[in-house]
């Protein structure tokens, strides 16, 4: 049994979704460049509800490492090209909690124009639109290894998307779950931290793979491929992890291993 950790979402209500509405998938940056099966991942999963998707090719950018880093006249330039795609569209989903924050939570304080918040407060990370608004739990997928999962800051904290990850872990099939000691600690990316002070990152990253090695997992999950490729990438020059794999959660949920 997973542990269930409980949270509210960020001062955001969920609508209803009615049934052959369109769904614009948003594809963030790092996904669209590095980790294309994780927004496919999230497309098929869509898909299986009988959802219309649609991938509005104007998107970029959502603008996030520009106000990370203080840009904020570049940031907004980002966030303006992102509700100009995605206006036309009620519900915005992605495979990116981090990414889906920033739209969120954001939008609001980086641009003043009521429009650009309003658009941004549509934007749905695919777990907690899945659980939290179709009210899916099981998507039928069969994944029989030992697997341990980080949940990154923004989707832990600014989002509070906890529960929608672990009640979808639960029910696939043959899934081992294997609890992450200190699970809530950041992994140390960042984003444009791990840049501006890479041994700091470092050292915490190095803890985070300390911690997934001692769960015993075969397999680290998470809801964003940022955080993933952080620790990954340790993990490789690590030889008590070379082992172990890094997939996005939604990599598992589609899955039908036997």
Partial sequence: ???????????????????????????????????????????ELLRRQDI????????????????NSGYWDEARKVVRQFCD???????IVGPSGSCT?????????????????????????????LVNVLGVTDTGASYPHKVTMHIGCHTRRELGVVDPCHKLLESVRGLEYCPLPDMEECCG???????KMPGTS???????????VASGADVLVSPDSSCLMHIDGIMRRDPRAKHIQSKHIVEILVANEK
């Fill in 1 to 43: 049994m997973i542990k269930q950790i409980r949270r509210s979402p960020a001062a955001w209500e969920y609508p209803k979704y009615e049934p052959g509405e369109q769904v614009a998938l948003f594809v963030p940056c790092y996904v669209d460049q590095f980790f294309p099966e994780a927004a496919e991942a999230t497309a």
């Fill in 52 to 67: 219309p998707v649609v991938f509005p090719e104007k998107q970029t950018c959502c603008g996030q490492p520009a106000f």
């Fill in 85 to 91: 795609a995605f206006e036309p569209y009620r519900w």
């Fill in 101 to 129: 924050c920033m739209a969120r939570v954001f939008f609001g304080q980086v641009d003043p124009d009521p429009r650009i918040a309003e658009i941004g407060n549509r934007t749905c990370e695919i777990t907690e639109f």
């Fill in 189 to 195: 990316f960042g984003g444009t931290f791990s840049v």
């Fill in 202 to 212: 470092l050292s915490m990253g190095r803890t985070k793979v300390d911690n997934v």
